[in-house]
């Protein structure tokens, strides 16, 4: 599903050039739950970037099902991301005064989906998530876990191919993000989704089946022994 090879990325800081990405070769198959590991500064983020088509490459190649998205458009990107990838952030990113299942709903209205059939997703994505009771209720009527549900939620409404989670339980507490962790191997193992988690915390990334370490811009090590129950 995703193919990187040498894929590099330099930043201009005033007079210094910053090497965030220095020659990735990455493989993803689909129906993997991956987790990324590296320290602050280590390049995960932009790679996250990368993955998600929110940035190009300076150099090399990136392949999302077996099409080159390394140099496209800001607009062709914005469309691979509405229809092929699911983001879901650490700080939940949900509009105030909102109900969760308008904010589900949000990014089918700018596929062109109707408005009944928005409905009718965004309420089957809460239902999954465990939201079904839920619904009508803004964000600040919802603690943070349910709020991070909504988050998800509002990512599976597109049926997107790949997941991606940036540090998704970094604003929870133990217990609930051991809950959201729950959710992410149920949509991997019963829904075969692709999963890729973005963390600096070792015992988060146990919960995938597959590390990858990044640091200083390289990937250092890759290790498919992960937590496979």
């Avoid at 929110?54 to 458009?73: C, Q, W």
């Avoid at 990014?107 to 009718?120: E, F």
């Avoid at 133990?174 to 973005?198: S, V």
Wanted: aromatic fraction near 4%.
């Amino acid at each position: 599903m995703i193919e990187m090879e040498n894929i590099t990325k330099t930043y201009q800081m005033g007079t210094q050039v910053v090497h965030a990405l220095r020659g990735v070769d990455l493989q993803i198959s689909a129906g993997e739950f991956v987790a990324i590991m590296g320290p602050s500064g280590s390049g995960k983020s932009t790679l996250m970037n990368m993955l998600g088509c929110l940035d190009v490459p300076t150099g090399g190649t990136y392949k999302l099902d077996g099409h080159d998205v390394s140099d496209l458009s800001s607009d062709d990107r914005s469309r691979i991301r509405n229809q092929r990838i699911g983001f879901v952030f650490q700080q939940f990113n949900l509009l105030p005064r909102t109900t969760a299942v308008k904010q589900v709903a949000l990014p089918l209205m700018y596929a062109g989906i109707s408005r009944g059939d928005r409905l009718t997703r965004a309420k089957e994505a809460l239902t999954a998530v465990g939201l079904g009771d839920r619904m009508d209720h803004r964000p600040d009527e919802l603690s943070g876990g349910q709020q991070q549900r909504v988050a998800i939620a509002r990512a599976l409404a597109t049926n997107p191919a790949i997941i991606l989670a940036d540090e998704p339980t970094g604003a929870l507490d133990t217990k609930t993000g051991e809950e959201i962790l729950g959710i992410f191997k149920n949509l991997n193992q019963e829904k075969g989704m692709t999963i890729i988690m973005i963390t600096h915390e070792p015992e988060i990334a146990t919960h995938a089946q597959r590390t990858i370490w990044i640091r200083d811009g390289l990937i250092t090590d890759d290790d498919h022994g992960g937590d496979q129950t």
